[in-house]
Structure formats: structure tokens, C-alpha cells
């Protein structure tokens, strides 16, 4: 072995000392480098939640509830009420480890269980009632025009009043009387003076909607395409806008959509516009990049700035989720989410490519035991190996636990872990590869 | 403390602390490469004020000793194959910083760093 000081020398005796404590020396070096190098390939999650300081931004256990769907206050739960929780983690892990300490005030655990799935975190949602067209859009079926217009399903009278109005029978989407069937039916299109709600017009080459008899512009045409198709709006000379007045207020992107000002990114959602923290956030939300506009400081200024959307945000309204399996789309709305009859109706909401779900995740559920910690007092945990969610879609973990007690909880920590494994170090060598091919793609 | 430890010991400690620290600089260059290459694959475990601080004291206790035991450096050791090898290194690690910046702006903040180096290795040890 080299020696870095040969010119300080020392006598036999002592020289062979410090032989024996360098060989110690660079071995200590190398169990460190080794040990850092698995702590860097096979990376451990941590996320936790305290009820003692529900505010700390050091909190990363997402949309935390109780079976009303509220946030438990001060870590309160009657028994027999399930506590839900959700954990968003990038990547594959092998097991997942749950502790729950108990406030001092609380009882203990008699029996406790946890259960787990995977998704995505809107797509854990509760499925309201299915919803059908957007608004605005033009449907045909049987031989029958509609519009979708205040959410009803309005039949034109007749192929002259039709014609009349200006609307082109080529640009109705077809579509079935089955998927018709989620608009209530509104009254029939049979006067030719007046247009209906949310008909949409193109006026030197810019687009309105009508919205309560109002004109409403939108922002810019890639807005208005967006929502709607091109040819869909009716070609009308500037005197029209005398007929009806017209709104201060433009129309903006189809909610969900993404867009792209600067170097950043945003969701559009409500009005608003979230930040997207990450590139990694970006993907691993199941977005496509092709899918990003990007716009103008026009069309952004129009939008009210929201907080960061981070890997630990659910999915806004106006996401589309489609299933893996059999092509089913949902959408998001108020917390909800809301199955849609076809793939035109999911594509009259959004024309972003949909975020791919697995309508079998929602039924594949790890579960365990708690067991109390026996190196700490009121602290429980249990182990959920993860195994059977490999190559599902999404990357949040709800767990739901289960217990007879009525408990306080002061924290709950999770953290997910890879287990040494060859293949688990193949995978990190291809991950990190691939990120830094990323990292230096322009 | 130090006078009551015999001197063959503290030669002893001092040659292991110039090993520790060839050790903590190996680690924290290539904490610098790993960094460069993937930001925050090396900082998510562990921060580089950690790595420096170590580092510092191990310098630090390295010249309290060299002082203890009259040892001192000698100039004339400078290994220069070593300080071009990092010297290289350093300028990679600027350039790879500037990346995605304009290529040539990145070469021009490139010669700056290069001409204010020479500068100040001029100042600092070039004699009158």
C-alpha cells in the first residue's frame, strides 16, 4: 500500500502500527463508500404526518381523512372508522412500513390492520354520477343533430333550421344513442333567430362562445382549440357581435391542459394556473410532453397563479383518466371522479393525451397487522411488501387503517425500501443512466 | 494534550490523518462528478457541508499537528500531474454547469474562470 507521508519516517516497530492502522483505515473507507453507494442505489423513502403540527411543511403524507372524508382534527379517530391516507413515492419499492404513534391521551391498539393500493390519488376518488358531452360540443346520432348546450343534450328540429343557424353537418361528432344518453335531454333547437347556449363562433379569425346570451372571446385560438375542434365554429362577419353583447371576460384553456411559459410549466385548472415543480413531477403524473402548449404572456396573464403542483398533488379537475384494460375514461371534478361513455366524450372535455390508470389496481390490496414497537412506547407499525404492485400505473399508495379503538395519533411515518437485489441494481444502473441522458438532452 | 502523547504516536496519527484526508478528497470529488452529472444524487443523502466540514477539520488537525511535531511542507513536492489532472477536472465540472447555456457564452465564462485563476495563483504565490 502507497504511503502518501514516505518522507516522516518511523522505526520498524512503529512503521508496521501504522501499516496495520491504514490497511484499517482505507477498509473503513471502503465498507463507507460501499454503504454509501447502497443507500444511493437502493434509496429509502421517507414520508410522514404530524398531527401535533398539521401545518409544518415537512409534511408529505397527502389528503389525510377520515370516513366522512375529513381531516381527522387533532389525529382523532372513533372506532371502527377507517383513517385513510395517501403516500406519493417515485419508483419501485419492496416493501412499505407504516408507524403510528399514539398521542399519550389515546387508547391503545386492540386490533389494528392497514390496507394498501396503488394509483393515482384522484383515481382514488369516489365515483360520482357519469357525465356525458362537454358543453358546446356538436353530436350526431341515428340521423338526429344535437348540441350540447347548459349540460343538456338539445335537439335541432329539423335539417333547415340546422342550416340556417350556420351549423355544417360534417363537423357533428358521431357517436351512439348509448353514449348520448348520460346528457339529460334539453328542448328542441327550433327557433332560427336565436342561437343556443354555447354555440361558438369564428369572427375574424378569432373565436367566441355564447354563454347566457353573452359573447364570450376567447383568449387566443389555441385556447379555444383547446376545447374545441376548428371547424365546429360557425363563420360569422363582425357585424354578429352587434347582436349580442360581449363579455369583458375571455375564455381560456380547457381545464387540465398544460401549458408552458418560459422555462416553466402549469396546469391549467379552475381559472388558475398551477406551477409544475419538476420534469420529474411532469412524468411521473403521467403527462405527455407532447401535450404542452406553450403560450403568450397574454394568455397567461388571464390566470390567476395557484401554489406549487408538486408529486405530492392530486390530479386537478379536467384530468382524463383512461384504463389500461379496457379503455374506460373518467373525469375529475370536485373530488369526484366521473366515468364518461366514450372516448369522444372523454376528447369533448380534454385533447390532451389521457392519463393511463389500472382499473385493477383499484382491487389489489396488500394488508398487514399493526404490531406494537417494542424499542418504543406508544409507537405501531407494520410491513406491506410491495411486490404485487410492480408495473401498475400510478404512484401513490393509499392506506386505510382499520382499528377498534378510538384513538389520538400524533404521527404517522412511512417509508418505502428497496431490497438489495440484483435486479433491483440493474434497474437503479438503468434509472440513473437514463437520468442523466435525460439531464443532457436538449 | 498533545506533548503527553509520545512522538512516534503522533507521527503515527499524523501520517493516518494525511491518509484520511486523501480519503475525504477522493469522496468529495467524486461527489462533485456524481453531482455534475445527476444534480442531487449524491445531496438527497448527504450534504456537501458535511462532507467539507470533515474534510476542514481533518485539515485542520493535520497542521495543528505538523506544527506539534515541526514537520513542514515541502513546495517543491507539488505533484503536477495530479494539479493539472484536477485542474481538468474543475474545468469540466465549470463547463458542465454552463451546459445549457449558449455554447459559447459557456467557453467565454469558461476563459474568465481560466484567466481568474491564473490571476490569482499569480497574486498568491508567484514571488514580487
Known sequence: MFDLTKKIELDEKNYKHYRLFQTAVYLLALFLAVYLFIIIAFPTQFLTFSFLNPNSTKNNLANIRNSEGLFPERGRI????????????????????????????????????????????????????????????????????????????????????????????????????????????????SDISTYPNYSIFKIDNEYYILKDDILRKFVSSQAYLSSYADNQAIEKTADFLKKYPLSDDTEGFADGSL???????????????????????FENMGYSWDDLRKISGD???????????????????GTIFVTNEDQKYYLIKNNQKHSLPSSSAALSWSKNNPVIVSEMSLGIEGKCQLKKNPFSFRSYYCEIPLEKFKGLYGKDFEFVLNSESNIKIDTIDTSFKKSVTLENLKLAITETFAKIKGNYAY | MLTKIKRENLIIIYKLLNDTLFIGLVFFLLALI???????????????????TVVFF??????????????KADNDQTNKKTAYLLLFIVLLLVFNSLLKANIFFSLFILLVVVLIGIFIYKVIFEEN
Do not use: C, W
Not at chain 1, 386490533?111 to 394498501?116: I, K, P, Y
Not at chain 1, 422555462?263 to 420534469?279: E, R
Not at chain 1, 394568455?299 to 379537475?317: C, G, R
Open chain 1, 299 to 317: 394568455e397567461m396573464a388571464m390566470y390567476k397563479k395557484e401554489k406549487l403542483f408538486t408529486i405530492f398533488s392530486p390530479h386537478p379537475d
Open chain 2, 58 to 71: 481533518n485539515l485542520a488537525a493535520v497542521y495543528l499537528l505538523a506544527n506539534q511535531l515541526g514537520i
Open chain 1, 78 to 189: 372513533e372506532g371502527t372508522k377507517p383513517l385513510t391516507f395517501d403516500a406519493s413515492v417515485i419508483g419501485n419499492y419492496s416493501t412499505g412500513r407504516v408507524s403510528i404513534i399514539l398521542s399519550k391521551k389515546s387508547e391503545e391498539f386492540v386490533s389494528a390492520s392497514l390496507n394498501a393500493r396503488k394509483s393515482y390519488q384522484a383515481f382514488f376518488y369516489p365515483e360520482g354520477e357519469p357525465v356525458g358531452f362537454r358543453d358546446g360540443t356538436a353530436v350526431k346520432s341515428e340521423g338526429n343533430y344535437y348540441l350540447v348546450s347548459d349540460g343538456k343534450l338539445k335537439k335541432f328540429r329539423n335539417d333547415s333550421i340546422l342550416e340556417t343557424l350556420g351549423f355544417d353537418k360534417n363537423y357533428f361528432i358521431e357517436t351512439t344513442a348509448e353514449d348520448l344518453k348520460y346528457n339529460p335531454k334539453g328542448e328542441e333547437i
Open chain 1, 259 to 281: 401549458v408552458s411559459y418560459g422555462d416553466s410549466a402549469f396546469l391549467v385548472s379552475n381559472g388558475k394556473t398551477l406551477p409544475i415543480d419538476s420534469s420529474i413531477t
Open chain 2, 34 to 52: 456524481g453531482e455534475g452529472l445527476l444534480p442531487g444524487i449524491i445531496t438527497f443523502h448527504i450534504g456537501f457541508s458535511k462532507i467539507i
